[in-house]
């Protein structure tokens, strides 16, 4: 924040001249960018179906009232499905984040020429890619069904559980690490005793965290076809029966809260 | 019983922290190591049981050049020489008895660590240490629920489970008040005293140092500046190792302090 | 006392006082885990021939990496890719305008209480429902194209970025803003100058943090026909022509990579 001299006068002024006309050139670049992009949004619209869009909106609502409350009979095995998605899933997912983690921490890692590297690619690649798509590409490898679900949201969560818990580990207090191998412990007694109970509770908070996410995304893994209460969605959404989507939507949102609900809870009672 | 030879550690920073130290500790005998901060006291004490890597130079504990072992025979070396820290250094989410035992893990197999199945002699072992401190009732509670002196007397008895014998003791009273910091450097010397260990405690009080330990050394940009009986320690050797300032005022402030704890005492 | 204490203890055996101290709420925990465990494995059809025959495909895949094909389908691709980030840009400018207000409005220490109600509302809604739900609904309304993708992912973003900015702004220090208020400031000067500064540094982190997902998100809104890259990639999975859909999800993960990248060089900057 300089001080100007100006007509023998000290001026205070938040930025220099330079700075201002740096920061108008950012902001206009900015604004030309989102015109760009918003053009070409337009462009690949039909806007006669936008502006139809309040009465169809309108339709869909009254052919989706009221839900078709007895379709619910149906839905049970679709709802068990879709939770041993999401816990099934979170377990292998851990189980395999746990050893990825321990790779890819400055302060745990073999060697950080070579393995760190390959662990971070390893998250990175999980992460990037959403558990539809792996759930996609393991339908084409391995066949629909339930099976393809678990292992899509296994694959997807190995990187997010993986990257909190690797952030966890090179946040622990190194003199209890110390304090161990002082005693003469070994590598995996030092690994036991020093940074085990250390990252614990970030490890249980993070478990139960992707369990959360995962019963969200595993809802809808039946859209391509990877088993759970998607399958019926979609079915239902091919054939139009929009009083069996509005019953759908509402025992996801249930799902949902539900998981949250527990979650939280389970966070609650571990830290 | 331990020697030092030419100790030397140099820092990939480029710190000398420590130069071509030479020292001997009897069987048995408790020192002190004073100096100012950042004159290498915890680099000589961890450059003892590597948790530094020394530069060169050796250390001799008994008739084992320390410096030379590969890591099975230092894990066994370690099991030889306890460590007590400056800021406990428990491992807070564990409970009492498991940070205590924690000092076995150089006895015990992996997976009778980790199940928590240790010999019933390290068990019992373990409580006769925490009834010494007086912290037997607190065994099941965990090491975040203590306050600081009870802390560093669980790292006492994790150390003394070892079965050690040598203390290497990084400022023990440096995080607590000075009445529990009396106590607990008390606690130490007393059971060196009863089982003859022999102890490196790093301590920058030199009050505390004189009042509790036979021989003290002085250690100043890594050079040893000072070696002798505490009532040695003159205006003229604590500018030596410290610097200019008026000791008359600290030295005199141990007598006070020394006559007010008798008279407590009496 | 304390020795009879001792002696009572010596040669006694001592374990871990367990997690949960109920013996039988910790029994039940256990077996009912355990027996949830068993069903949900129980009830996952896996068709082990079909796995088999996919390894070959998988295999076949994975080598697609090392040879992926960015030529054949280029247009393609590059259509799909240009489409995915134009709605990422766009969407994410009209979600954090939009999230800012709403995210002063959901916290309670600045916000009256109607207004509070409705924006908490809005954000519940908004975190409630997922992305692809989303993203059927609006394209059944607005019809195929960008515009759905845009729509869903602007939603998206305010659900998520105005629930972090309130509960940002609601655990902010107390003091610094009253000092501001107490000069005699309006309420827009005093969320510029006491409220501003305070959460400006996170506001952005999360805002870049936002992108990045939007990025993701956008490669699967394609697959319910909201537009971007996911159609190209799911077309290329159902002509089995790995080595185009290797190269997509490449691009994909080098996009996440430079994004997470350029986050982390701004959010260093800010702060
Ligand atoms: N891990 C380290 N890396 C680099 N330099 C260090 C490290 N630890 C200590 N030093 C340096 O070594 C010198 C001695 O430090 P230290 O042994 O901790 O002294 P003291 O314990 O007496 O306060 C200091 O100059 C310090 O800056
Ligand atoms: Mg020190």
Redesign the interface.
């Known amino acids: 924040m300089p001080v100007l001299e100006k007509e023998n006068a000290q001026t205070w002024r938040r930025r220099t001249t330079g700075e201002n006309l740096f920061r108008w050139f950012g902001w206009l670049i900015g604004v030309a ?2 015109v760009v ?2 053009q ?3 462009e ?3 806007w006669f ?2 502006w139809d ?1 309040p009465r ?2 309108g339709d ?1 609502w009254t052919r989706a009232t009221p839900p078709r409350w007895e379709y619910i009979t149906q839905l049970g095995r679709p709802i ?2 879709t ?2 998605i999401a ?2 899933g979170t377990l292998i997912a851990i189980c395999l984040a746990v050893p990825v983690a321990f790779m890819a921490a400055r302060n745990t890692t073999p060697s950080v020429l070579f393995i760190r590297p390959v662990a971070l690619l390893v998250i ?2 999980s ?4 558990s ?2 792996w759930a ?2 393991l ?5 629909p ?3 393809a679900g ?1 292992i899509a949201i296994a694959i997807r969560s190995i990187g997010f559980c993986a990257k909190l818990l690797y952030e966890a580990i090179e946040e622990i ?1 190194h ?2 690490v ?9 590598r ?2 030092v690994m ?3 940074i085990v ?2 990252i ?2 970030a490890f249980a908070g993070i478990a139960v965290f992707r369990w959360d996410i995962n019963i ?2 595993s ?2 893994l039946g ?2 076809g990877a088993g759970g209460i998607g399958l019926q ?1 979609s079915a239902s ?1 091919n054939v139009l029966a929009w009083p069996q989507v509005s019953l759908i ?1 509402l025992v ?2 249930a799902a ?2 539900i998981s949250e609900w527990v979650s939280a809870k389970v966070r609650g009672a571990i830290i | 019983m331990l020697r030092l030879q030419k100790l030397t550690k140099t820092y990939r920073t480029g710190d000398q922290a420590l130069k071509e130290i030479d020292l001997e500790v009897g069987k048995g005998q408790v020192l002190a190591l004073i100096g100012p901060s950042g004159a290498g006291k915890s680099t000589l004490i961890r450059c003892v049981n590597r948790l530094v890597q020394p530069t060169s130079g050796a250390v001799w504990l008994e008739d084992t050049d320390l410096t030379k072992l590969g890591s099975g025979a230092l894990r066994r070396a370690r099991r030889e020489m306890g460590m007590i820290f400056q800021e406990y250094a428990l491992v807070e989410r564990l409970t009492v008895m498991e940070n205590v035992l924690s000092g076995r893990l150089g006895y015990v197999g992996f997976w009778r660590s980790f199940l928590r199945w240790y010999p019933q002699s390290d068990i019992d072992e373990a409580f006769r240490l925490l009834d010494r401190v007086g912290l037997l009732h607190m065994a099941d509670k965990r090491a975040d629920e203590l306050s600081g002196g009870q802390r560093q007397r669980v790292g006492i008895c994790r150390a003394l489970i070892q079965d050690p014998k040598l203390l290497l003791v990084d400022e023990p009273t440096a995080s607590l008040d000075p009445k529990t910091s009396r106590q607990i450097m008390r606690l130490i010397t007393e059971l060196c005293r009863e089982r003859r260990l022999a102890a490196i405690i790093n301590i920058h009080d030199v009050a505390l140092a004189q009042m509790f330990v036979p021989r003290v050394v002085g250690l100043r940009f890594g050079e040893i500046v000072y070696d002798g009986l505490p009532t040695g320690l003159t205006p003229e050797k604590l500018t030596d190792i410290y610097g200019e300032e008026d000791w008359e005022a600290t030295i005199k402030k141990v007598e006070d302090e020394d006559e007010v704890e008798v008279e407590a005492a009496e | 006392m304390s020795h009879r204490e001792l002696e009572d203890m010596l040669g006694k055996g001592w374990r871990k006082p367990p997690f949960v101290s109920n013996p039988k709420l910790r029994w039940s925990l256990i077996l009912g885990f355990v027996a949830y465990l068993v069903a949900a494995f129980m009830t996952i059809e896996v068709d082990w021939g079909r796995v088999y025959v996919g390894l070959d495909r998988g295999w076949a895949f994975i080598l697609a990496f090392t040879s992926p094909d960015f030529t054949s389908r280029a247009s393609d691709i590059w259509d799909g890719l240009l489409e995915s980030i134009v709605m990422t840009v766009a969407a994410s400018v009209v979600g954090i305008l939009i999230s800012i207000p709403i995210g002063l409005g959901a916290a309670r220490n600045i916000a009256p209480l109607p207004i509070y109600l409705v924006c908490r509302g809005i954000v519940a809604v908004s975190r409630a429902l997922q992305e692809i739900i989303v993203a059927i609904l609006l394209v059944a309304i607005f019809g195929f194209g960008p515009l759905a993708g845009f729509l869903t992912l602007s939603f998206a973003t305010i659900g998520f970025l105005s629930k972090l900015l309130a509960e940002d702004i609601e655990a902010m220090d107390k003091v610094q803003a009253e000092a501001i208020k107490a000069s005699g400031a309006r309420w827009l000067q005093w969320i510029n100058y006491g409220v501003q500064p305070q959460v400006m540094p996170r506001l952005v982190g999360l805002s870049m943090y936002r992108i990045d997902i939007n990025f993701r998100e956008s490669a699967i809104l394609g697959l319910v026909g909201a537009g971007g890259i996911g159609a190209t990639l799911n077309t290329a999975f159902d002509r089995y022509e790995y080595d185009t859909a290797a190269a997509i999800l490449i691009l994909i993960i080098g996009i996440v990579m430079s994004l997470e990248y350029l986050s982390g060089i701004i959010r260093a900057k800010v702060q």
């Open positions: 960018i989102f992009c918003w070409r949004i337009s690949a619209t039909t179906f936008v869009a169809i909106a869909i068990w499905d939770l041993n816990t099934l990175v690649s992460r990037s890619i959403n539809l798509i996609l590409l339908i084409a490898i391995i066949g069904g339930v099976f678990v207090d003199t209890q110390e304090a161990i191998s002082a005693t003469g412990a070994s995996w007694q036991a005793y020093g109970p250390q614990l509770p969200r995304e809802t809808v859209l391509v969605l959404l939507l996801i949102l949902v809260m």
